[in-house]
């Protein structure tokens, strides 16, 4: 597609629910990277995916937090057990190779646990 | 872990001022980004520096890269309301893919 697309765009879950969260890439880009947004912080990395090589996970906050992404394209990032500290904007972004030369992001999904 | 440092946190300032918002850190970066988020939406990309030094011009928002590729700087030039936005630095370090943000500058042009 022409951007990154992110479903969906509001998600508002009881605490204790599992939820997932969608983002499609642009077509053509190997890297797929996402980020949490919480009101009044900047940008904390979560997940790395690059081609075919084993995702860097190391940002996950918890066990709790799991990612995926078949065929090296649709990416789904999934919360197990909603916290209310899982509240924020998830941030999905691709780029061609390593993203030096920048990231193109989605519009996010704002998750509200209550 | 790389921090990144922007300064001021929040401005708000008349249409027609000039302005200029701080990113600083006490690392080397590649390459260092800038991007500006409104809200409700993702961050968009303005421009990337990755030489020590360098200056970037884009209309009337100017770029600079520190020669110590540590530092960088966006200075606006007659600011206008659709300036409004959450502007945030971001950089890379040597052979990483990982970008750091910094909390980023919340900016309000006001008519």
């Known amino acids: 597609g022409a951007g990154v697309s992110q479903s969906p765009s509001n998600k508002v879950t009881e605490k204790g629910k599992d939820v997932e969260l969608r983002c499609d890439p642009i077509?053509?880009?190997?890297?797929l990277y996402w980020y949490r947004q919480s009101l009044g912080q900047g940008l904390e990395f979560l997940i790395y995916f690059q081609g075919n090589s084993a995702p860097d996970k190391s940002g996950l906050p918890s066990d709790r937090f799991s990612a995926e992404r078949t065929g090296g394209s649709v990416s789904t990032l999934t919360i197990q057990r909603t916290q209310q500290e899982d509240s924020a904007v998830y941030l999905c972004?691709?780029?061609?190779?390593?993203?030096?030369?920048?990231?193109?992001f989605g519009s996010g999904t704002r998750l509200t646990v209550v | 872990t790389q921090l990144l440092e922007q300064s001021p946190q929040f401005l708000s300032i008349q249409e027609g001022e000039n302005l200029t918002v701080y990113c600083n850190s006490s690392s080397v970066f590649s390459s260092l980004q800038w991007y500006r988020q409104e809200p409700g939406e993702g961050p968009v990309l303005l421009v990337t520096v990755v030489t020590g030094g360098e200056v970037k011009k884009l209309k009337r928002l100017t770029f600079q890269f520190g020669d110590a590729r540590k530092d960088s700087s966006l200075h606006i030039t007659a600011a206008q309301t659709g300036d409004t936005g959450l502007y945030l630095c971001?950089?890379?370090?040597?052979?990483?893919?990982?970008?750091?943000f910094g909390k980023g500058t919340k900016l309000s042009v006001i008519p």
């Open positions: 971001a950089g890379t370090g040597a052979g990483s893919y990982q970008l750091t």
């Open positions: 972004a691709s780029s061609l190779d390593y993203g030096g030369n920048g990231y193109t």
């Open positions: 077509s053509g880009h190997t890297a």
